[in-house]
């Protein structure tokens, strides 16, 4: 269970029957920040002592009073101007941990609301390279996605792919073109770009090319049998990379609906948005307009025709919320977006399409290279992201190799996959995501702070204690564990709030508030076993200590795999 919502549950029942005119009042009960003065504390007595005219540590003296203390809680203190001190009882705890550790779900329970929660990331547009800007899209939705999963909503992971556009008349004009004269390569995508940038530089002086292009264009979208077969292969060439991308990163998509899914309901959106007055002619375009002057206008077809970006998304709502009638949709994008996912939200809700439906934009900032500019190769396109994953598997092998020079060759270069992948998506993940995200190779891979190589290695310190400590059907026991040191029942504590960790990180999802658990837990493990030897201590204190490592790993192991990240055996 979630201990904090528990407690607060009962402090709110304390406070209303102590104070039924006050029986809103926040319970305001956090975790406590020094174990000295307790497990939690409510702050409650406070604001409600000015509202009510009473002294505070009379009010909560009167919460306290009424308080249901239960076999959770040990006998509350009052300190400072009203604070209570909340402790959890010895017993309890030895109970729960007990508890715990014989459930596959660490004590995380599942929601009582199961919802269906559309995640739109990644989206990467077609006929060109993923580069380092594609890198925080799917680390931070496929996060997201298992997060919400592993509470039990149903998912429906859906990547939004740039795959219909204007650029399609000169690539198809181009390759006709240039498509003799530049060799067939391994990879069809670079010679994709290759021609694409030769029919750019023509375009940019041939009119008639151009012309010929706009030609191409129309006829694609009137649905030439030539055209879309010339468009599908380049949308084959286009995800046979991206999926070589994202099985590298280890994120996975329910569904991969492109723009182009939506050609066909584009006229209808606008149609229907003009006849309910939503939208109207503005210069020859069709636009939304907001009664409030001051916001721009949202404009969905353009003087010539063409339909936008915007008409699309509007499509996309709608057809989600038809098809999987969803409590919410959730869209992942970098920071530049904001205001047209403002609209897009805005013009849907007045059109009706999502009702009861929470519309989120989850923005996120730019990756910057150490000098704080994005980061660009020489030639001063964004580096590849084939490039990114390659240097950090390949400079977490020179960790690996340090580390543990009597590897097999092999079994360092899987390691060296894990911890790589693993380091650039916990830098990414332990921080604010609408910050930028600046990219410090040696910051990220580092064994000691705030990094996933920290958390690995110490998952797999773990591992080495149990496996010396032999003792199998550890998680299968039952019996409570009775902790004596301070260090042990720090550890308890915090092994039991994994479920407060991952309702404050899916909330507003906040997924740097699960790393730094999974931080702060290795942290406390570390106290513990400084202090409390494991394997040389007698046979019942060294059984329930092996039994909170064994806890503790499952818990670094779950955590890290919400967050998309695995772990290894040995480092
Ligand atoms: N293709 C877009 C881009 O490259 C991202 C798509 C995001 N999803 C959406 N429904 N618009 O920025």
């Known amino acids: 269970m979630n201990l904090q919502l528990e407690i607060s549950l009962r402090v709110r029942r304390a406070i209303a029957a102590a104070f039924p005119s006050a029986a809103d009042a926040a319970p305001l009960v956090v975790q406590a920040q020094n174990a000295q003065f307790g497990d939690y504390q409510s702050n409650a007595a406070m604001g409600l002592g000015k ?41 309890f705890l030895a109970q729960a941990l007990a508890a715990v550790a014989t459930d596959d779900r660490l004590g995380v329970p599942l929601a009582a609301d199961p919802r269906t929660v559309v995640v739109d990331f990644g989206g990467p547009n077609t006929c060109k390279p993923m580069h380092v800007g594609h890198l925080r899209s799917p680390i931070i939705g496929d996060a997201i996605c298992r997060l919400l999963r592993f509470l039990g909503h149903k998912v429906v992971g859906d990547n939004h792919l740039g795959d219909w556009g204007t650029q399609f008349g000169l690539l198809i004009a181009g390759f006709r073109r240039f498509g003799p004269e530049v060799p067939e390569s391994a990879d069809p995508l670079e010679r994709l770009v290759a021609i694409y940038k030769l029919a750019t530089a023509l375009a940019d002086q041939d009119e008639s090319f151009r012309a010929e292009a706009r030609a191409e264009l129309a006829k694609l979208q009137a649905g030439d049998p030539a055209n879309l077969a010339q468009w599908r292969q380049f ?10 991308m994202y099985a590298r990163l280890g994120v996975h998509f329910d569904e991969t609906l492109g ?203 773990i591992r080495s204690i149990l496996r010396k400590g032999n003792e199998p059907g550890l998680a299968a026991s039952a019996a409570p564990l009775l902790l004596t040191e301070p260090a042990e029942a720090a550890l308890a504590l915090k092994l039991l709030r994994l479920p407060e960790a991952i309702d404050a990180a899916t909330d507003d999802f906040r997924l740097n508030l699960l790393s730094n658990y999974l931080f702060e837990l290795s942290a406390v493990f570390t106290t513990f076993y400084e202090s409390c ?39």
């Open 235 to 244: 949308s084959a060439w286009s995800l046979s990379h991206f999926n070589e």
């Open 259 to 461: 723009e182009s899914s939506y050609n066909s309901m584009l006229a209808g959106v606008v149609e229907d948005l003009k006849s309910r007055g939503l939208a109207r002619p503005s210069e020859g375009a069709i636009c939304v307009f907001w009664d409030d002057e001051k916001l721009p206008p949202l404009l969905i077809q353009k003087s010539d025709g063409a339909f936008l970006y915007a008409t699309t998304d509007l499509a996309t709502l709608k057809y989600r919320c038809d098809r999987w009638h969803p409590s919410e949709i959730v869209i992942v994008t970098d920071a530049r977006q904001q205001l047209h996912f403002n609209q897009i939200f805005d013009a849907a809700r007045r059109w009706g399409i999502a009702e009861d439906v929470v519309l989120r934009h989850v923005f996120f900032g730019t990756i910057l290279g150490p000098d704080g500019r994005p980061l660009k190769t020489r030639s001063g396109d964004l580096v590849a992201l084939k490039d990114v994953l390659d240097e950090a598997e390949n400079r977490a092998l020179a960790v690996v190799r340090d580390k543990s020079p009597d590897l097999s060759s092999e079994e360092m270069a899987a390691i060296a996959r894990v911890v790589g992948i693993g380091a650039i998506k916990y830098a990414d993940l332990s921080q604010n995501h609408q910050s930028d995200f600046v990219f410090n190779w040696d910051k990220m891979l580092a064994l000691q702070g705030n990094t996933a190589p920290y958390l690995q290695y110490a998952y797999a310190r």
């Open 51 to 91: 509202r009510l005219g009473q002294k505070p540590r009379e009010v909560a003296q009167k919460i306290i009073d009424q308080l249901d203390l239960g076999d959770l809680l040990a006998k509350p203190e009052i300190a400072g101007p009203g604070f209570i001190n909340l402790r959890l009882r010895p017993e």
């Open 533 to 571: 030897p494991v394997l040389k201590s007698d046979p019942a204190v060294r059984a329930v200590r092996l039994r909170l490592c064994d806890l503790t790993a499952r818990v670094l192991k779950q955590g890290l795999d919400l967050l998309g990240i695995d772990v290894v055996e040995r480092m």
